[in-house]
């Protein structure tokens, strides 16, 4: 089975500055999809950034970038120029590649504080 | 249209009660799931629709019955439901991955329901 590990429960950073969430997950497979996503007090999960499994190169998309470490099994999440709007709860998550719906497998969570 | 919208937003109800949860998608997505999330947890499946057929039970009680009446709805019959059952309930629809080819199958989520049972 498919595990997914947060290890930071809260992490905090100043406005502007930089910071690096952490995950780690376990899988058999060799093709799959890896998650980030946001979930704000207003409850909604919102998809940051998206990593397939087979492309070598690190997904970016504005502010927010990943370093994907296939071999170590390691997906981090970074946020550059932080804003107050940032403050969020973040969950990794891990999806199979297959030809049916298959279900998200997620960390624990990574409650991101910002701070003035 | 990128949105999956959830109603309602908050309910409240007895554990006598039977009350629905609706979800409603408008994207073509032929994948549609139902997550429990209870506070400052990740949320958990519950189930997976694939092309409106149950395709996945994470062994939930059958006081939770899932309907998919069509490729737009997804529904979630509430019976005799537990205190312990009070949570934020998610409902999500992607894409379904084609056996060849590639496609962008992420979740998209509603902004759920805040059930609680008294």
């Known amino acids: 089975a498919q595990t997914v590990t947060q290890s930071q429960p809260e992490m905090s950073v100043q406005e502007a500055e930089t910071v690096t969430l952490s995950c780690t997950y376990d899988t058999s497979e060799s093709d799959y999809y890896l998650f980030w996503y946001k979930q704000p007090p207003s409850r909604q999960m919102i998809l940051v950034i998206r990593q397939e499994a087979y492309k070598q190169q690190n997904a970016t998309e504005n502010r927010f970038s990943v370093n994907f470490q296939k071999a170590a099994k390691s997906f981090s999440l970074k946020i550059s120029d932080s804003q107050l709007g940032d403050a969020a709860m973040y969950f990794c998550a891990y999806r199979r590649l297959t030809g049916t719906a298959s279900k998200l497998t997620f960390g624990t969570g990574t409650r991101l504080q910002v701070t003035l | ?118």
């Open chain 2, 1 to 118: 249209d990128t949105e999956v919208t959830q109603t309602p937003k908050h309910l409240v109800m007895g554990m006598t009660n039977k009350k629905s949860l609706k979800c409603e998608q408008h994207m073509g997505h032929r994948a549609m799931y139902w997550y429990k999330q209870k506070a400052k947890k990740p949320p958990e499946l519950m189930f997976v629709y694939s092309y409106e057929k149950l395709s996945i039970n994470e062994s939930v009680p059958s006081r939770f019955s899932p309907e998919c009446p069509n490729s737009s709805l997804l529904n979630l019959h509430l019976h005799a439901l537990q205190p312990e059952d009070s949570a934020l309930y998610l409902c999500a629809s992607s894409q379904i991955q084609p056996r060849t080819g590639r496609m962008n199958t992420e979740a998209f989520f509603g902004q759920g329901t805040r059930l609680t049972v008294v």
